[in-house]
């Protein structure tokens, strides 16, 4: 697969370390991407462009405290934050993969983030969830937003809905995040803990 900033296994990453130096970020332990020269750096992913950041959580999560209209990746707060495409078999849509949106796992109480630039995680196992075919049939469509935490040694954990679709799509989302596996984020040259906000599509072909 061709084009700045894909790799040939169908990831791409955007965002990330808000330095103006900044010209690769890591794709596992192997892989780097060239950014091209017109970037200047990676951005940071900055949903609502606020300028007064929570304080840092103590615990998981709690979405339903985030202000109406906000987007999830509120609760990564001030941290840097980074953005990975990755292209699936496309079971459950006809239009696009899976987007994941991750930042590394830091909670008051602690030890804190280390300096440097963090390598991304690749995925090694993907899980498609299930989309029934009488529910396509019916057009129930939409994008399931997952929370989850990936960790230092690949599995996913924690994960909780942030944004249903359907009880059962939202179930089958779930089901199949906690299956994946992915060659873990480093930070140099150790493994580290994520917490990432991931956005699964259903949506079926749309026939004229």
Request: net charge neutral; hydrophobic share 35%; charged share 20%.
């Given at each position: 697969?061709?084009?700045?900033?894909?790799?040939?296994?169908?990831?791409?990453?955007?965002?990330?370390?808000?330095?103006?130096?900044?010209?690769?970020?890591?794709?596992?332990?192997?892989?780097?991407?060239?950014?091209?020269?017109?970037?200047?750096?990676?951005?940071?992913?900055?949903?609502?462009?606020?300028?007064?950041?929570?304080?840092?959580?103590?615990?998981?999560?709690?979405?339903?405290?985030?202000?109406?209209?906000a987007k999830?990746?509120?609760?990564?707060?001030?941290?840097?934050?980074?953005?990975?495409?990755?292209?699936?078999?496309?079971?459950?849509?006809?239009?696009?993969?899976?987007?994941?949106?991750?930042?590394?796992?830091?909670?008051?109480?602690?030890?804190?983030?280390?300096?440097?630039?963090?390598?991304?995680?690749?995925?090694?196992?993907?899980?498609?969830?299930?989309?029934?075919?009488?529910?396509?049939?019916?057009?129930?469509?939409?994008?399931?937003?997952?929370?989850?935490?990936?960790?230092?040694?690949?599995?996913?954990?924690?994960?909780?809905?942030?944004?249903?679709?359907?009880?059962?799509?939202?179930?089958?989302?779930?089901?199949?995040?906690?299956?994946?596996?992915?060659?873990?984020?480093t930070k140099?040259g150790q493994?580290?803990?994520?917490?990432?906000?991931?956005?699964?599509?259903?949506?079926?072909?749309?026939?004229?």
């Amino acid at each position: 697969m061709g084009g700045a900033g894909k790799s040939d296994i169908g990831i791409s990453i955007s965002g990330g370390s808000p330095k103006p130096d900044a010209h690769s970020a890591g794709l596992g332990a192997a892989l780097k991407l060239s950014l091209p020269k017109t970037q200047t750096g990676l951005k940071r992913f900055d949903p609502n462009g606020a300028t007064d950041d929570p304080p840092e959580r103590t615990g998981p999560p709690n979405f339903s405290a985030l202000p109406p209209g906000a987007k999830p990746e509120q609760v990564f707060t001030s941290r840097r934050v980074y953005s990975m495409n990755i292209n699936m078999p496309n079971l459950t849509s006809a239009t696009g993969s899976w987007i994941i949106h991750f930042s590394e796992l830091h909670l008051t109480g602690t030890v804190g983030q280390r300096p440097g630039e963090l390598n991304a995680p690749m995925a090694l196992r993907k899980v498609d969830p299930k989309y029934p075919q009488d529910m396509v049939q019916d057009h129930v469509e939409g994008e399931v937003i997952l929370y989850g935490v990936i960790r230092q040694n690949g599995a996913v954990d924690s994960i909780q809905l942030v944004r249903g679709v359907d009880p059962e799509l939202d179930a089958n989302a779930i089901e199949a995040f906690a299956q994946w596996k992915f060659q873990p984020a480093t930070k140099e040259g150790q493994p580290v803990d994520l917490e990432a906000i991931v956005y699964i599509p259903f949506r079926g072909r749309q026939w004229h």
